[in-house]
């Protein structure tokens, strides 16, 4: 995946299970953006106030939450749309049984540093459940499909 920066400034949500790669797709592709993540903020409301903030002050911004309902990611939609700021997708179009699979990895291996630890299966499950796949109708300048597969640092991350 070549992901390239759309315009000036812009907001990227992210759509993806625990463990489909998001937040090191975030590392790789999209470093120089701001990163809104529940896990490290711990509310819906702080995250949408660092996204107000970082848009405030001109940077672009990534949404690096799961956001199954088109519901949730309307949210940060709106906050976009305050700043006129175009906002885009990328859908992490993984199964579950490889979103259990890096779960585990996380426990696992060693010789990779993650950015969560292992989540409880329920959680995976429950994103599937909920899951709303992301439309360009819901007012996205557009839905990038992705079934990432991240850069291996060493033989033993392999």
């Given at each position: 995946?070549?992901?390239?920066?759309?315009?000036?400034?812009?907001?990227v949500i992210?759509?993806?299970?625990?463990?489909?790669?998001?937040?090191?797709?975030?590392?790789?592709?999209?470093?120089?953006?701001?990163?809104?993540?529940?896990?490290?903020?711990?509310?819906?409301?702080?995250?949408?106030?660092?996204?107000?903030?970082?848009?405030?002050?001109?940077?672009?911004?990534?949404?690096?939450?799961?956001?199954?309902?088109?519901?949730t990611r309307?949210?940060?939609?709106?906050?976009?749309?305050?700043?006129?700021?175009?906002?885009?997708?990328?859908?992490?179009?993984?199964?579950?049984?490889?979103?259990?699979?890096?779960?585990?990895?996380?426990?696992?291996?060693?010789?990779?540093?993650?950015?969560?630890?292992?989540?409880?299966?329920?959680?995976?499950?429950?994103?599937?459940?909920?899951?709303?796949?992301?439309?360009?109708?819901?007012?996205?300048?557009?839905?990038?499909?992705?079934?990432?597969?991240?850069?291996f640092v060493?033989?033993?991350?392999?």
């Open positions: 995946m070549n992901f390239t920066k759309g315009r000036p400034q812009e907001a992210f759509v993806g299970s625990p463990g489909a790669g998001k937040s090191t797709f975030w590392s790789n592709y999209c470093k120089t953006y701001a990163r809104v993540n529940n896990d490290e903020l711990k509310t819906p409301a702080k995250c949408q106030k660092a996204m107000r903030d970082a848009l405030k002050a001109g940077k672009s911004v990534v949404i690096d939450n799961t956001n199954p309902k088109a519901m309307l949210l940060y939609l709106k906050i976009a749309k305050e700043y006129k700021v175009p906002t885009r997708v990328v859908f992490f179009d993984i199964s579950k049984e490889v979103a259990m699979h890096n779960n585990m990895q996380r426990e696992v291996n060693t010789s990779r540093s993650h950015f969560s630890k292992k989540v409880p299966s329920i959680a995976i499950h429950t994103y599937y459940k909920y899951l709303e796949h992301p439309l360009e109708s819901e007012g996205f300048e557009s839905v990038i499909p992705t079934s990432f597969i991240p850069v060493s033989k033993e991350d392999e």
